[in-house]
């Protein structure tokens, strides 16, 4: 079945005509500059175009209904001029004190046109230059877009927060608009996921001299599995472990999970250890999708990855790294380094020197360019600690969660896992009942 048509939701006045106080003339109805040219374009790109308007003057009897009627045939006829139809106009015609369910922010409007238009509130994008035009697409779940013309560039301090985008004017609103609706390329299913899982696991000692480290059971099944069943009920479809101590484990790892139903599940084994970012150059030559998620195989940080392919693509970086706060690492396992970020959000570097316990420490999760991988040199070595060669000159930034990140690489951290994830089936259903949930 086709997706329904999606619609923009657009003010009236100070948005698509200049703002006069109670127009009550037809004859005053003036277009705003290039916002006939806009509404084409986004005609063009098969949107639905549906005007609201709060028009308390008919409640406090400065004019009539028909009047009203009159000047929306006039505005009308201007867009028809411009080659522009609207799919229809919705009115409010009551003041503020009749406490009615249609005057905005309420969504009684956005509701009638739903239900007559046939498009999702949630899937569509709403524009204004008032408080109460971007509060009402926050109550139906829309995409909220200030423009700055009409009451726009004075209201727009009270509209932080509840705006998604700030833009000058309808016409500045469409590059927004174009990406807001372009199909999203990176989705978990079309992209490929690397899981390291080559390291020695010496902080653990005794405990994985004979079990590799994500093979170690947890809740009675490997560490590994609870970590592919999350990939897999998050959407992913290809997924390659690169392994090199005691791979035959890893060997047999797959063929049960293969078995047990787990497709798309593929084992290479390093010819020498390679270091993070060695081990990543050679699966690269695997990696099917041009981008690709890689993961460190003994970390339990369920953030959701299609959260931080969308940014990743938003932003057209070649590199993206996870990053949590300190304080949202478990057990005290501060031996992962910190991402040193600008104000901007992009990377300038990594630390590992001191063992940080506060600053933004790396989860182990990426997401990467797999040209920008194949171009990395194959010998072995860290690919944190050779960051700033690595991705010299190329887009990288962080995506920041609020994830806890549990990593097992140390005894306590074992047993805290175990307690965490020891009935694990119900917490990985849990967090995919979560996931699915709308977004706040
Ligand atoms: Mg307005």
Not at 2 to 9: D, E, G, I, L, Y
Request: hydrophobic content about 40%; overall charge neutral; glycine content about 10%.
């Amino acid at each position: 079945m086709m997706a329904p048509r999606r619609f923009v939701v657009l003010d009236r006045d100070g948005t698509v005509i200049l703002e006069r106080n109670y127009l009550s003339d037809p004859e005053q109805v003036e277009l705003l500059p290039g916002a006939a040219g806009a509404l084409r374009q986004l005609r063009r790109m098969g949107l639905g175009l549906v005007l609201m308007t709060n028009q308390s003057a008919i409640g406090r009897g400065f004019f009539t209904e028909q009047r009203l009627g009159d000047i929306h045939q006039r505005l009308t006829q201007l867009l028809a001029a411009e080659g522009v139809r609207l799919d229809g106009i919705y009115y409010c015609p009551h003041t503020p004190e009749e406490g009615c369910h249609c005057r905005k922010p309420q969504p009684g409007l956005v509701e009638q046109a739903a239900r007559e238009l046939g498009f999702d509130p949630r899937a569509s994008v709403v524009i204004g230059d008032k408080p109460c035009d971007l509060e009402l697409g926050r109550q139906v779940g829309a995409t909220t877009v200030l423009v700055h013309t009409g009451y726009g560039a004075q209201m727009a301090p009270r509209c932080q927060g509840i705006a998604d985008y700030v833009v000058d004017d309808l016409a500045a609103a469409v590059p927004v608009i174009r990406r807001w609706h372009r199909p999203a390329r990176l989705t978990p299913a079309a992209t490929d996921v690397v899981v390291l899982c080559g390291g020695r696991g010496t902080r653990l000692g005794a405990l994985s001299l004979k079990t590799p480290k994500p093979l170690l059971p947890i809740g009675g099944k490997p560490f590994l599995l609870h970590r592919l069943l999350r990939l897999k009920a998050e959407g992913f479809t290809r997924i390659i472990l690169v392994a090199h101590h005691l791979a035959d484990q890893f060997e047999a790892f797959v063929r049960d999970a293969v078995e047990g139903g787990i497709s798309g599940l593929e084992l290479i084994v390093e010819p020498a250890p390679l270091g993070t970012g060695g081990a990543l150059r050679y699966a690269a030559e695997r990696v099917r999708s041009s981008t690709f998620v890689a993961l460190n195989g003994d970390s339990w940080f369920p953030q959701p990855l299609a959260a931080v392919l969308r940014e990743h693509e938003g932003a057209r970086r070649r590199f993206t790294a996870v990053v949590v706060p300190a304080s949202q690492v478990q057990g005290g396992a501060f031996n992962k380094g910190t991402w040193e970020v600008g104000l901007d959000g992009a990377v300038k570097g990594f630390a590992t020197s001191q063992l940080a316990s506060a600053g933004w420490v790396n989860a182990g999760m990426y997401v990467i360019d797999r040209a920008l991988a194949c171009a990395w040199p194959s010998a072995p070595y860290s690919l944190e600690d050779n960051f700033t060669r690595l991705l010299a000159g190329k887009t990288s930034g962080v995506f920041c969660s609020k994830v806890p990140l549990l990593d097992i690489g140390t005894p306590q951290c074992y047993v805290l896992a175990e307690q965490l994830l020891g009935a694990s089936e119900h917490m990985i259903a849990l967090e995919h009942v979560q996931d699915a949930a709308p977004r706040s």
